[in-house]
């Protein structure tokens, strides 16, 4: 198992200990460090910043956000940082929920995901490839565009900066099942939300087909502490937020995820108390045994013993979401990865 760090996205402004975080991640082993993006900092920039002062650790985004950019323009993105950095990009890439798609981007957001998700890639499959100019019949992504509201002038183009590596690895932070079995036939790995190593069966269908060298990499919070209570509250506002504030109480992906890992009346009450602007009773109704089998807090013996179950599955890479040095030492120590 591979260790990635997560930093997330920015809050109010620049975190000003991330720099120094990723920085402690490659001196201790980690193999990649990850960012995000919601509807604040994006997702390339601070990953720029994080290649200028790091050598060796790998570069992700988790996620981009499609409707953020055209396939061909986040193509641009990541060759552009892949030559920059070495050849150390990953792009992790999703395409979010209705309220921010329409609510932030402006843009409609897709009657068929599958078909949208499967479009994108593959455009910025053929950017990558560079073996003919990009050209694609698509409902959502069409290359030339030929709608009637277009000029009709497009011509197919190819990028005029040669990638790096053809094969610069596509990943998908996709939650339903459907989405999750076309990842494994498009993408080069999955970036779930929330894992939980018990509920194995969850995923085993989906997962099915997977081929060899496929990524699996779960975001997990951690947190070496004495209090497991306290050390999960913040899994629980994390929780809370997601669940209740970022999407519809008619559709909201990261609820209905809950809902099928055996919450839905705990995940129904979180949105309910959230739209009524009770923030704090929201976190306060997250599930302490849910926010538990999807993070790994406590003290160091019982970390070990819970990342054991961790291992015994099909996860490849655990990308771990903590602003303490110490937490991030110890998970090195535990996982066995190399000291640089």
């Not at 990953?90 to 932030?104: K, R």
């Not at 490849?316 to 535990?334: F, G, I, K, Y």
Request: net charge neutral; glycine share 10%; charged share 20%.
């Amino acid at each position: 198992m591979r260790l990635g760090l997560a930093l997330g996205y920015w809050g109010r402004g620049p975190n000003p200990g991330h720099l120094e975080l990723a920085r402690e991640a490659e001196r201790l082993g980690y193999d990649s460090v990850w960012t995000a993006e919601a509807w604040g900092s994006d997702a390339f920039t601070p990953l720029t910043w994080i290649a200028a002062h790091t050598s060796r650790i790998r570069l992700g985004t988790a996620v981009a956000q499609m409707a953020a950019r055209t396939p061909t323009a986040t193509a641009m993105h990541a060759l552009t940082l892949d030559h920059l950095s070495g050849g150390r990009m990953m792009l992790g890439l999703g395409l979010s929920g209705p309220q921010v798609v329409e609510g932030w981007y402006g843009r409609p957001f897709p009657a068929s995901p599958l078909t949208a998700t499967r479009e994108y890639v593959e455009v910025i499959r053929q950017v990558l490839r560079r073996g003919a100019p990009v050209e694609l019949e698509g409902r959502f992504h069409p290359h030339p565009y030929r709608g009637p509201d277009g000029t009709g002038l497009g011509r197919p183009l190819k990028p005029i900066t040669h990638p790096l590596r053809a094969d610069l690895p596509v990943l998908l932070g996709a939650e339903g099942p459907k989405n999750i079995a076309q990842t494994v036939r498009i993408a080069d790995g999955w970036l779930p939300l929330y894992w939980s190593p018990t509920r194995l069966d969850a995923y085993k269908a989906s997962l099915a087909e997977a081929p060899e060298g496929f990524t699996v990499a779960p975001m997990v919070r951690a947190h070496v502490c004495d209090d497991v209570a306290e050390g999960l509250l913040p899994v629980k506002a994390m929780l809370g937020f997601y669940i209740g504030g970022m999407g519809h109480a008619a559709r909201n992906f990261h609820a209905d995820l809950m809902a099928r890992m055996g919450y839905e009346a705990e995940a129904r009450r979180i949105q309910a108390l959230f739209a009524e602007g009770r923030r704090e009773e929201a976190v306060r109704a997250v599930p302490d045994a849910f926010a538990d089998e999807i993070s790994l807090v406590g003290p160091r013996e019982r970390i070990a013993r819970r990342l054991e179950s961790w291992r015994s599955g099909p996860v490849t890479d655990l990308l771990v979401t903590s602003p303490d040095p110490v937490t991030l030492r110890v998970m090195a120590e535990l996982v066995g990865v190399s000291r640089r």
